[in-house]
Structure formats: C-alpha cells, structure tokens
C-alpha cells in the first residue's frame, strides 16, 4: 500500500505509539514531516483532530493528474507541451543520457558498470544497521571538508566496495549513486514531492577510503555545481528526464 499506519500499544505507563509508513510517491520526506505535523495535537484534550489521510489536498489542473498516470515518457512529452519552462531541464536530462565524459566527477547515467547487483528486484531482502556516533561524522567532515551526506555516501560506498570484494564481484569501474536532493522552495506547497537528483562517484573502484572520500567531495560539489545553473522547475524536469 502507499502507505500504512500501525498502532503499538502495551508501552511504559499505559502510553500507546503511533508507526506510519508512506511510499515515496505520495509525498517527499519534508511534505511527510509537515503533513503529519498538521495531524497532530500539542493538546492531550484535543480529540477533533482529523488523521492525515483524511486532509483535502488542493485540486489540481486536469493536465497534472493525466500527466500522473501516463507513461513515463508519454507524460514527459505532455508536461513538455504544458510547461514550456521545463525544457531547459528536459534536454539537460537527455544530453545527459548520451554525452561522454572522461572528467570522475563529471558522472553521467550511462556511466554505472554492470554488477552484480543489477538484477529483477524482489520482496527477498536483508537488512543491517550499524550505528555511528555523530560526533564522528562531523570530524571526519570537518578534516575532509565534506558535508555528512558526503560521508554518508563514503561509508555505503565502504560497505558496498567489501561486499563486492567479498563476492568477488567488483566492477572495475566505480558505482554510481542517485542521490535525491530537496529542491522545495521555502514559501511552497506543502504537497507532492519537489525533488531533484544528481549522480554521484562513489570510487568503489578505489581502496583507499580518504582518496575514496575526496572523489565523492569532488562528484557532488560539481553536480550541485550543475544544477545551480537550473531553476527550479529545470531540476525537477531534470530528474524526470534521467529517471
């Protein structure tokens, strides 16, 4: 389901939870965090609060929603002929699709090695989670002048680059990350998702992880780079193209 809401009672004290999950198609994690802000109460008393899912959301022009539900180039080509002022974008995303570029910063779509990993996904999964102290984060940050979502891209890259390893796996070439980037204006909807994305190297091909670090710094520093050359709407078109 696109989303999901789980009640967790037996907690300390005889105080329940609250467990939502809500798919990414719905609404990015700013209109998530803000949505269900709007549902809840600072007041214990209050009980006329209505749940999210029952909040009216603005009426949309008839072009949005069949735009929504077409194909994805199909609804290209429709917010193409709708918008004018996505073209920009659009054609940055295709261009992108076929250019070349020998420059491990400059990372195109087209430039992600085939692996082991490229396969049908399926509800089969493990997960595993490690924890970090931040204070950790930030010095590394602070010695490599990255930013923590640089490091965090740092240690998938680590973990992916063993896992590989151990598989025997690993592609010569370096993996690359789509990394989503929030592109809402401060005085926008609350609605929808207003995301872009950028293309990161992640340097899984390099065993060194400070080297491994400062090619990650180098990648997203000249994407973000890219996309302040774009407005707004070009960076969600942008995505929409290289998607």
Request: with cysteine.
């Amino acid at each position: 389901p696109l989303w999901e809401t789980h009640l967790i009672e037996g907690l300390a004290d005889g105080r329940v939870a609250v467990y939502s999950k809500v798919h990414h198609a719905l609404f990015d994690g700013v209109s998530a965090m803000r949505t269900m802000h709007a549902a809840l109460s600072e007041n214990v008393k209050e009980r006329d609060r209505p749940p999210f899912w029952q909040y009216e959301k603005p009426r949309r022009a008839r072009s949005h929603r069949q735009v929504a539900a077409a194909p994805p180039m199909q609804a290209l080509a429709q917010a193409v002929r709708s918008n004018a002022r996505i073209i920009p974008g659009v054609a940055r995303g295709l261009w992108d699709l076929v250019r070349h570029s020998d420059d491990p910063a400059d990372v195109t779509p087209m430039q992600a090695p085939p692996s082991m990993l490229n396969v049908r996904i399926s509800g089969a999964r493990r997960f595993a989670a490690q924890s970090y102290a931040f204070s950790r984060i930030q010095a590394i940050c602070k010695r490599h002048r990255a930013t923590i979502n640089d490091v965090s891209l740092a240690i998938c890259a680590g973990a992916l680059r063993e896992y590989l390893l151990s598989h025997d796996a690993l592609p010569e070439t370096p993996l690359i990350a789509m990394v989503p980037v929030s592109v809402r204006a401060a005085d926008g909807p609350d609605d929808g998702n207003q995301i872009s994305l950028i293309l990161a190297n992640l340097g899984t091909h390099i065993a060194d992880p400070a080297e491994r670090l400062a090619t990650i710094v180098a990648s997203t520093r000249h994407a973000k780079a890219r996309m302040t050359q774009m407005t707004r709407i070009e960076q969600i078109a942008y995505a929409a193209a290289v998607a």
